[in-house]
């Protein structure tokens, strides 16, 4: 496969650039600095430069206090931008492969999600990520959209700055006490599981929305307490309630994804509890030789 992959720098697109090349996959890492998802005329020249016969689309505006405040700028980068890639991978014949959010449920439901629920998203970002994906649909055929959910890999997302499971380490070894959440529900899903299901999916040409996170589900003060555990580390962890932690943004409190169509097809994504023990198993490797990489060859 020749692959273009934007929000190459972002963590998920990291993984994805080791697992396919790994893999053997050709890979074309685009960084938003080098194209803009926004802009047509960029993912237009690019993908003409590049001939990929694959999009990988990883780019978001996922902050989502900042698209509360910015709706406009959510719905530029998640929605038109979207579609800009569906317009020019359905005219080069190339497979669109997008990365949407179980922010688009309202969390009501307490019973995983399926495909065919109808979303209902909370937020701003919920919404435009809603549009992106309908934007797809009504202009590209060969794609596939990929909801995921709670997501952390070693290169911690741009974004959001870091991920949750270094953000509770550090607290830890610095002896802070820490509250974490039990009244919200999801799947935790590090960065290389989604990466390599991902592959596994493509290599099928079953097109369509797929939901895929890591098997199983857990309140996020569970998963802190198993990220203390496998990690040998001691601290004070207490749980709260998020009427604890006043905020402007509604958040779904339940947002697993069934992943019953992705297993109709023979294929399988470890459960969130093996991913978190190989992601701190990989996580000093990782870092070590991402300290000592020449800069990585891009467009
Ligand atoms: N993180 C999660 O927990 C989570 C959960 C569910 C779904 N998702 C979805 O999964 C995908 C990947 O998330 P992630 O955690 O890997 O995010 P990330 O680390 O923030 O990576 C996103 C990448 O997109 C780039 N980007 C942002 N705006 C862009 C634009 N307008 N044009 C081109 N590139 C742009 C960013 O570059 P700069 O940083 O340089 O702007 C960054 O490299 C996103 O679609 C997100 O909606 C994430």
Redesign the pocket.
Known sequence: MRLLL??A?????CDLLRVFRTAGDSVIPA??AE????SLDRVSQVLAETKADVVLN?????KVEECEKNPALAFQ?NAT?AMNLARVCHQSGAVLVH?S??YVFDGHKRAPYEETDLPSPLNVYGAS?VAGEQLIACNAERYFIIR????YGVAG????GGNFVENMLRKALAGDAMRVVDDQVLTPTYTVALAQATRDLILTQKFGLYHLSCEGQCSWYEFARSILELAGVDAELSPVKTTDFPSTVRRPSYSVLSKVKFRSLALSIPSWQEALSRYLQERSTQRHLASVAPTQVSL
């Open positions: 934007l929000g720098n972002g963590q998920l697109g960084t938003h194209v803009e998802v926004a990883t780019a978001a505006f996922h980068v931008g990365f959010t179980d990520k995921t959910c709670g997501l997302s741009s974004g959001k």
